[in-house]
């Protein structure tokens, strides 16, 4: 099957390194790797340019955000599976060919999740059900009571997701193992969302077409270099994502 991925990058020179290094290792596979960047005021782009030239670069002239970024190399791709990667992933790039033959084999799964890990080898639970107002007020308040902690868990599925796949609503954005065909029907990424709840509105249009599940056997590392999503700029970012999110699937 042919492969391919996209990373979007912006002032992501501290992380690009890690990243690419852990993609070359595709011997035996049919693979191209975009990476798009965002108008980098840090090199990024001069960097990949000079040290990475297998792959195929793509500069934005702004910062157009990750869904209309990645949306850029989907549109140039014709491969049978298409991957989204975050600069701060790293993974064992002998996965990849598996993912594929995971998808040809089975017909009805449209998107892969795989099991995120921290550095230290523990679980990020990103798998999500569908947002809710409840569950993402218990993401700001689940420090102050036990009670908004177990609403988060539900959320999560913490209790749920282990070592079994499952079938779940909302993929994260970090690693996506995507069908396509699939994707190419969605539309890519919907562009409305600058950055948050563009992984959540493609998972759920994805769902149109066939499954997303989470799948354990796969892992990947996140570095998960988060901005404080609680004040200021990316706070505003963050809620008119949300209600766009949600005047959309009502």
Not at 36 to 59: C, F, M, Q
Not at 92 to 112: F, G, H, R, T, Y
Not at 119 to 137: C, H, I, S, W
Not at 162 to 174: H, L, R, W
């Amino acid at each position: 099957m042919k492969i391919s991925a996209s990373i979007v990058t912006y002032n992501s020179i501290d992380d690009i390194d890690r990243c690419l290094s852990s993609l070359s290792k595709t011997e035996g596979t049919d693979f191209v790797l975009y990476v798009v960047d965002n108008a980098s005021g840090d090199g990024t782009a001069d960097h990949v340019e000079k040290n990475y030239p297998w792959v195929r670069l793509i500069r934005s002239e702004k910062n157009v955000g990750f869904g209309a970024a990645h949306n850029m190399a989907i549109a140039l791709t014709d491969s049978d599976c298409h991957i989204i990667i975050n600069p701060d992933i790293t993974l064992d790039a002998s996965q990849i060919p598996l993912m594929a033959e995971c998808l040809e084999k089975n017909p009805d799964i449209v998107l892969i999740s795989p099991k995120v890990l921290n550095p230290d080898g523990t679980v990020q639970y990103l798998p999500k059900r569908y947002p809710t107002v409840r569950y993402l007020m218990s993401g700001f308040l689940e420090k102050r009571s036990g009670r908004f902690r177990k609403i988060r868990e539900e959320y999560t599925m913490k209790d749920i997701l282990g070592d079994e796949p499952a079938e779940v609503d909302f993929c994260t954005g970090c690693f996506m193992f995507v069908r396509t065909r699939a994707l190419k029907a969605c539309g890519g990424f919907d562009e409305r969302y600058f950055l948050h709840f563009e992984d959540a509105d493609l998972t759920r249009m994805l769902k149109r077409y066939g499954r997303t599940m989470y799948m354990p056997q796969f892992t990947v590392t996140h570095a998960w270099h988060r901005e404080n999503s609680r004040f200021g700029k990316v706070l505003f970012i963050s809620l008119a994502s949300m209600f766009k999110y949600f005047i959309k699937w009502k």
